[in-house]
């Protein structure tokens, strides 16, 4: 299994060799999907996520164990359109990750609301940075470029296995943002925080027993990061909520800070960052990550997974 390692300190020359070529062909069709207009990349998009779901047999079944565990009131049927319409929007959000990487954020500028852009600016004012939390929806790419217009936000990103790719998402972000920040980095985290700055994190995804506390996600006890409640509470900076989401006629982003956080409690925080993140969700439920495997570690160790078959 191929090492997920940085490429912003090598060269484009190191991934020119014959093993990298079908990957730079993929980008190229890329870059020139990029160029299509909003309602051909929606179609496409939609095509792209009906093919998905039909094929994939492993990220549908996940979709359909994590719907299963969270809308257990749902029919069968009402969880399989549900799923088919979350597949048309990754689909969709593929071609807005091209967009996002290959276009100037321009091209889509006049589609984009920012809402409540004055808490930035208060929850700065005290100095102490702020953290923004947000969860992963379809449309993180574009709306996280977005972002970058109004905020000198410094993303905290996962490093992908395809080195090619790294090496276009990394220079594309380090082209929008001022600073981006690899997720292991913690350092860098506090570093920028104590400049006054912005630091975004997608704190929605499970990363393993060592980083994280359990906490009720939809009524089921969920690995939930840690993290953001020790760091909130080390640096006494601003804990903002982001939501953001793809509308009919375009985008949305809006922030809100939170009170009370942190409590002092770990389990408690996580508790209140699952339960906001469940109130966005269900605004925009087909948005998003129900693909991911969200419960893939679980409280008792040992214990098999939702999605073994």
Known sequence: MAKKTTTLDKSITNFLGPKHWLSWGAMGVAYLLSYLPWCGQKFLGNTLGTIHYALSTNRKNICHVNLKICFPDMSEEERTQLAKAHFKSMGIGVFEMFVSWFQDRSKTEEKVMFNNQDVIEKALNKGKGCI???????????????????????????????????????????????????????????????????????????????????????GRQCATISQISRLAQNTKAAILLYDYGRTENGYFLSLTELEDYPSGDEVADATTI????????????????????????????????????
């Open 132 to 218: 923004i939390i947000g969860a992963h929806f379809s449309s993180i790419d574009l709306c996280g470029t977005h972002m970058a217009r109004y905020i000198d936000v410094h993303p905290i990103y996962k490093l992908q296995r395809n080195p090619v790719v790294n090496w276009v998402m990394e220079r594309q972000r380090e082209a929008i943002f001022t600073k981006t920040i690899e997720r292991k980095n913690v350092r860098a985290v506090i570093k920028s925080l104590k400049e006054n700055k912005a630091v975004w994190y997608a704190i929605d995804q499970d990363y393993g027993r060592k980083n994280s506390v359990f906490a009720p996600f939809y």
């Open 274 to 309: 699952n339960k906001l993140v469940e109130a966005q969700i269900n605004n925009k439920k087909e948005q998003y990550f129900w693909s991911h495997r969200r419960f893939k570690t679980q409280p008792i160790n040992g214990d098999p997974s939702p999605y073994r078959k």
